[in-house]
């Protein structure tokens, strides 16, 4: 019982590297294996090079094997959105290969082709069509060598099933298993551009949408029994040979530099290795876990140190973060970013100048957490101008490029071996793990596995960003909206440098601060003046990066309270509002669709609000268009007006997000985000003083819990037909949450939040004033 | 100094050399390479880390080795096995409950716990009884139906 789960490879190693896990039946041992008997192309070849093979080969995407299995390979990876699956889906449907025959390998540098980072919903929108093109080159390229085998023409061969036969001749009939023969696809299929842009296979003729019958099936997804078997390895579940554990020390202050460092007692703790002190970069190394916890906690890293010579290594007493309750107030004046217009029609300054009915309000949102609940982990094991990596990380590849500079190491001695993390909802801190690990790596000439604490997580995982929204509206004395402003203020939302850089005082090794570009405000209304625009501050206070549906969870939060507040100041129909003002069919499909499934009936917004001081009903409707997806949500909430609890008790979301290849994997996904875009609006808010985060754990930091669920999430599905391309769904339904919770507090009790989260004392608060 | 010291786990014994007061998740990760029982928080408050004691869901996370005694631990792993998973696990399976999966194991061994104490509870008691186990993907609908199907109970 005492069998590890290694990861045995060495860079060596690497013709095995077509491999495959095999959960012994144990449970216990993760062993690599190839499908069937080692390939000779394995043996022969024993490749020493880490590079990612070419994406113009065949077996860039494939491998079939004797056993008549075969293998898809993919930069892609899984983050727990069931992306594995629907890639094995319409790779299996173009290859004629059964689903369940079709392994899929992710995300491991050397053995994968760079298709953009995993992240933004575009992973089965840009990714599914280069494999697609990949296994419909695979299916012709297995013909063309089934022609040769039985020296008939292609155009007499069929495949099905992961075998070809001669038409007419039930008889003559070979696998692929048995046609490939353990050889490598050497085949050329081509491919140009890169990572999302690429193209791959030119040439190739995928069938037609309409013919599928794997694509759009329910198949029950390939990750979930070993996770819930506990046979399946997640990285925080990787051991390495001679592998030590690591935790890190983090500055009391965001920007504070060490002082000193007393190791008294540190060599009395049985199996402590090393303390690994870089500028500010401050690491423990030892045998155990529990040495390096240890170790790391007489130094400072616990749940709440007292300041910053808490520990026994002293920081200098660093304040320079903004006030807390004025974040907003900082973000405006930060301004060092660049201003982009979103829309600009008409005159809206020209159109507020003659109408009377004008509205104004402000909407306010707060730093935000990713909140894995497995905090991020990484091993590294750099050997001179060498290195290996585990880590979870939604982009390998660029992790990769980022180490080889961090590192000062050639790219192609590098190689990132890609296991499975928590989920992460965005950039959190698994990418700055592996620069800590490799640091300490890099000290100790060993293996070292850095698992972060709770408290480092919390602390230093790289937030949402806090985000200010001035609208103005203007409605004519018909109740049409005339002119219309929405102006943001935002940090950064992808500010990509390293925590481990900057510490070791190399701040700008890899990363950038990224501005714009991310589809924030999609505005899609038809008024006749309007002026949206983003104003992107850079960084502010914390480091930002991306949050599910990065800042479009925000602004969709203010866009459609705000159009709310519009519509009830005219007092009509929130729904018949918006279907008033819009032209995009697929938005007004999605709003129709939730509104039957609901059953809504026409009135004003907050027609019936009820202050007497009963518990009181509301509903809310949203809609958003995220990157091409649609989707519309309605929900029946309850207010108590005595504890200012918010309970959700009914959400119906319509969603468009073209062909869907798996609906049961699309319906999880869609419940996800109604529960965390829920726990986003209802509860959740980093908190900060003047040198640090201090919501640093689950009771600083709460999310939704199963009391306070929906009753019920029904979806309805819209535009799932052949003819529109997949769309992405990992994030669009996170969108319209805040503001259908809003909209039916208002309509419940006649009072506008417009700040997040709706916690029950802002929530009384609000009733109270 | 570390201990050798005796724990008894999923049915066998075995001797792990431990310092006494570090935690049971360790030894049960690091030293017996299981992999059902996660570090989440180590401050018992998301239930990543639960394991049976003695028929008792604990947070193995603040649970010292030395604290355990002649206690029978249950993990993840000694509920079921691929070719004979537990009800639970089946029900997890069939339902699709699970996202990345790193809270399910608590979500498993909570339940587990709970419905030997409780074997026909309605939906509300099922969401009582996990109110304590974390899951950040939301796939708190699919939990419950889960276990809701492991009871065979579908009150509401």
Redesign the interface.
Known sequence: ?????NDMRSATDLALSRRRFL?A????VVAFRLFGPQPAWAKDAARTSVASPPAGKLYAWLAVHPDNTATLFTGKVE????VQTALAQIAAEELDFPFDRLDVVMGTTSETVDQGPSYGSMTVRYAGPQIRNAAAAGRAALLNLASEHFKVSPNQLTAKEGTIVVLGSPGRTITYGKLVDGKRLEMEIGASGERFAMKVAPNAHPKDPSTYTIIGKPL??K???G????????V??V?VDGMLHGRVVRPYGVGATLQSVDETGLKSI??FVQVVRRDNFLGVVAE????A?QAAAKLGST?HPSGPDAGQAKWSNWNGLPKMDQIWDTVRETAEGRNISVASKGSAALAFGYTKRTLKATYKTPFQMH?????SCAIADVKGDHATLWSGTQMPHEARRDMAKLLDIPLDNIELRWF????A?GRNGLEHAIADAAIMSQAVKRPVRV?W??WDEHGWEPKGPPIVQDLRGAVDADGRVIAWQHHMWIPTISDTHLIAAALTGNPNATGETGTGGVPVITYAYTFENADVAVHDEGRVALLTAWLRSPAQFETTFAMESFIDELAAAAGKDPLAFRLAHLEDARAIAVLKAAAEAYGWEERPAGAKADRSGKPAHGRGIAWVNRDDSRVATIADITVDPGSGRIKVSRVVVAHDCGLVVNP??LK??I??????SL?RTLLEEVTFDSARVTSL???GYP?????D??DS?EIVLVNNRPEYPSYGAGEPSTNPTAAVISNAIFDAVGVRLRQTPFRPERVKAAMSS | ??SKISLNVNG?D?AVE??PD??LL?AL????????P??????A??G?CTVLLDGNAIRSCVTPVSAVGNSKVV???GL????E?HPL?QA??AE?A????????GM?MAAKAFLDQHPHPSRDE???A?????????????I?RAVQRAAGSSKP
Not at chain 1, 703 to 707: A, D, K, T, W
Not at chain 2, 29 to 36: E, I, T, V
């Open positions: 019982m005492t069998t590890s789960f959960q039946s144990g449970g216990l983050t727990g959105t069931g029950p997804r990750d979930i029994p996770k819930i078997l506990a046979t399946f390895s997640y925080q579940d051991r049985p199996g155990t876990e529990w040495a916890i749940l909140g894995s609940i497995g905090p499975e993390a928590s989920g909802y698992q604490m709770r049961d994997g999880n996904q419940e996800g985000n109604i529960i965390q726990s754990d689950w009771q999310i939704l819990r199963f009391e669920i929906p999430i | 100094m570390p066998a075995h431990v310092e570090s935690m360790y990760r690091d030293n017996l390479s299981l992999r059902g996660k570090f989440g928080c180590g401050l408050q998301c990543a993990t993840l792993e079921g096995t691929p070719e998973p696990q997890f399976i699709q699970a996202q990345c999966g790193y809270c399910i194991n498993i099922i969401k009582q996990l109110n304590d186990n974390l899951c950040r993907c939301g796939t708190h609908m699919r419950v």
